[in-house]
């Protein structure tokens, strides 16, 4: 289902546009009300890889986006009339401005919750666009540092990747150590149904990771960094969140050998998701913040 909202001009910009974009809007209709949704702060995103650049021109890089993302953000600032983020996390981000900032929660819960888990033993699954170096970055993290940890203990455990994009070099070090990448999957559901826990090993990034509330809404448990866990719930809603590869390994082996305790947690989650995530929440989020401008029309 689909509903218009009158009088609404919807324009996806890429960030490096909106400095550009948002001046000739107020010049060719000074009463345009402009309202953004940003999918991430990027500033974050921008100095989470300066911090971890390994050279110092890759760190000069990363840190002048950085500084040309803040710029951007403080022209939004000023320029906007409401700006929409996805989590409490993004809003405390943001410069302060005239724009008034409202927090709405994406719609990605289905209207009915998934049921008929039938989890396989120490089937762990990973959902991500691999073409995207922070997802790559984090599955290779987890394949050299977690993984042999978690096979020590269990070793039936098999790790499945959905996700296109994967280069050469992570390819062969998947087959090396026996992950299976399954590319493009249509249908996640089976993959979520068969899992007995999700992993999110994110390192860095930016933005509310809608991997995880995708594995949380269909009830399976899930461990991830911090960073994958940042805007989405509290630690309650989550198997672990550890950033040390020792401890996330941990954690993924306590939910494999104790499946009932974290099934019932992840249940609980669940539940949560569907009440937070759902899709007429969020038209009626949206709605509201358009019907402010109708209101002083």
């Known amino acids: 289902m689909r509903r218009a909202i009158s009088g609404a001009a919807i324009v996806d910009l890429q960030w490096e546009e909106v400095g550009a974009i948002l001046p000739f809007v107020r010049g060719i209709n000074p009463s345009a009300r402009i309202v953004c949704t940003l999918h991430d ?11 971890r650049a390994t050279t110092p021109l890759r760190r000069l890089r990363w840190a002048w986006a950085a500084m040309l993302a803040r710029r951007l953000e403080q022209a939004l600032m000023r320029r906007a009339d409401e700006v929409v983020v996805l989590s409490e996390k993004d809003r405390g981000l943001l410069p302060p401005g005239r724009a008034r900032v409202h927090v709405v929660n994406p719609p990605l819960a289905p209207d009915e919750p998934p049921s008929g888990r039938t989890p396989e033993p120490g089937a762990m699954l990973f959902v991500a666009a691999l073409y995207r170096w922070d997802n790559a970055e984090g599955l290779t993290w987890f394949i050299t540092e977690c993984l042999p940890l978690i096979k020590r203990r269990v070793p039936s455990a098999k790790l499945r990747v959905a996700g296109a994009g994967a ?3 992570l390819r062969s070090l998947a087959a090396a150590q026996g992950v299976e990448l399954l590319d493009f999957v249509e249908d996640l559901a089976p993959l979520y149904a068969q899992a007995a826990v999700v992993v999110v090993p994110l390192l860095h990034g930016a933005g509310t990771k809608f991997k995880v509330i995708d594995a949380l809404v269909t009830g399976v448990p899930v461990v991830t ?3 994958g866990a940042e805007g989405i719930g509290t630690e309650l809603h989550y198997a672990g969140v550890m950033d040390q590869a020792v401890e996330f390994a941990e954690r993924v082996v306590d939910v494999l050998e ?3 305790h974290f099934e019932q947690r992840a249940r609980e989650a669940q539940n949560w998701a569907m009440a937070h995530y759902g899709r007429e929440q969020f038209l009626a989020s949206m709605e509201r913040i358009y019907a402010m401008g109708e209101q002083r029309a």
């Open 41 to 51: 702060v990027l500033s974050q995103r921008f100095s989470r890889s300066r911090d």
């Open 167 to 169: 280069g050469l070099e």
């Open 225 to 227: 960094t911090s960073v």
């Open 258 to 260: 104790n499946s009932v």
